[in-house]
Structure formats: C-alpha cells, structure tokens
C-alpha cells in the first residue's frame, strides 16, 4: 500500500494551494481517507477527512470554511483545497487511511510540507 501527497510549497498569507493524495494497493471505495497535519514541535492533528463516497466530510474546527475536501475513487485520489492561508497552517500535511468503520488509520504517507508566510 502506498499514499503519495503532492502539492505542497511556499504561499504567502491568504492564498491558496491545492494538496493531492494518490493511493495504490488498496481499494480506496472501502476506505475512509483523511488529512492530518503537523507543525515543528507539536503532535500530529486532525484536518478532515472523507467516507468511503465523499459524501460530508469531517473538518477540524480550525480549517472549516476555509479548507475543501474531495475524493474520486475512479482515479484513487484524495483531495485538500486550501484556501484563504495563515502562517499557524504552515505544517507537513499528511494523508492516511482506515478501511471503513475500523478505529485507526493505518496506512499513512510520507507528507508534503506545506509553509505559510506572513
């Protein structure tokens, strides 16, 4: 199982970027796919993440409204529209999945570095 996240770079504050996630070795429509997030010197947290049919994803109350979330399990991508950007986004996004209705993610990617300036 491998989860590739590209996208990631360097935007000023109030822009936007768009993060991918490409899945293989699994079969994603039996998957809930999520994003989680980590800055230096803090713990792993919770973005958002989609159901097996991408239908109402989960948002951390600290991106909701700003941050979009989709899927197309035809092409087993997973999706993080990012928008309106603050320095406290600036974090090494990673995605992850757990098959669905089991507790824990379990397969993870490597992460994509993502840096908000002010």
């Known amino acids: 199982v491998q989860l590739v996240e590209l996208g990631g770079g360097l935007v000023q504050a109030g822009g936007s970027l768009r993060l991918s996630c490409t899945v293989s070795?699994?079969?994603?429509?039996?998957?809930?796919l999520g994003w989680f997030r980590q800055a230096p010197g803090k713990e792993r947290e919770f973005v958002g993440s989609?159901?097996?049919?991408?239908?109402?994803?989960d948002y951390s109350s600290s991106v909701r409204g700003r941050f979009t979330i989709s899927r197309n399990n035809d092409e087993k991508t997973l999706y993080l529209q990012m928008d309106s950007l603050r320095s406290e986004d600036t974090a090494l996004y990673y995605c992850a999945a757990r098959r669905q209705f089991s507790s824990g993610f379990k397969y993870w990617g490597q992460g994509t570095q993502v840096t908000v300036s002010s």
């Open positions: 989609s159901n097996w049919n991408g239908g109402s994803p």
């Open positions: 070795g699994l079969s994603v429509s039996a998957y809930t």
